[in-house]
């Protein structure tokens, strides 16, 4: 088996973003994904140089040379990796970039609500206001 060639650090704890990491691994046929549960038991932000914080508030990957890229951004090389690279151009252009941002920094800001994981403590996702 190759290497892979992104990782993907995902909330295994999120029923839409379990669904959607499932959908990826099955289509990931090359194996070109890490994926990486950051709710799983053991697992430590700090290894990385990152917070758990910093982890929860916008999904994050790493390309193969250590690049950290987070947000739709992250979308964008995992579905590259699996074959989609014609959706992954449409999805650059000017009007569609700006919904796609838009829209998941709406998501990523109220997905713990959106999946039933609220409560005084866990709604309180810090805003992520600086790119990696």
């Not at 700006?98 to 998941?104: E, I, K, Q, T």
């Not at 609220?118 to 996702?125: H, K, P, S, T, V």
Request: charged content about 25%.
């Amino acid at each position: 088996m190759a290497a892979a060639q992104f990782e993907v650090f995902y909330d295994g704890d999120c029923p839409l973003c379990r669904r959607e990491i499932g959908v990826l691994q099955r289509l990931d046929r090359a194996h070109s994904i890490r994926f990486t549960d950051i709710a799983a038991q053991g697992f430590d932000a700090a290894a990385l140089g990152k917070t758990h914080a910093e982890l929860m508030a916008r999904i994050q990957g790493r390309t193969a040379d250590g690049t950290w890229v987070e947000g739709v951004d992250v979308f964008r090389q995992l579905y590259a990796a699996v074959g989609f690279k014609h959706l992954v151009a449409l999805s650059r252009w000017p009007g569609v970039r700006n919904a796609l941002d838009a829209g998941y920094t709406w998501f990523a800001r109220n997905r713990l609500s959106l999946t039933g994981r609220c409560d005084a403590e866990a709604c309180q996702l810090p805003r992520h206001g600086h790119s990696s």
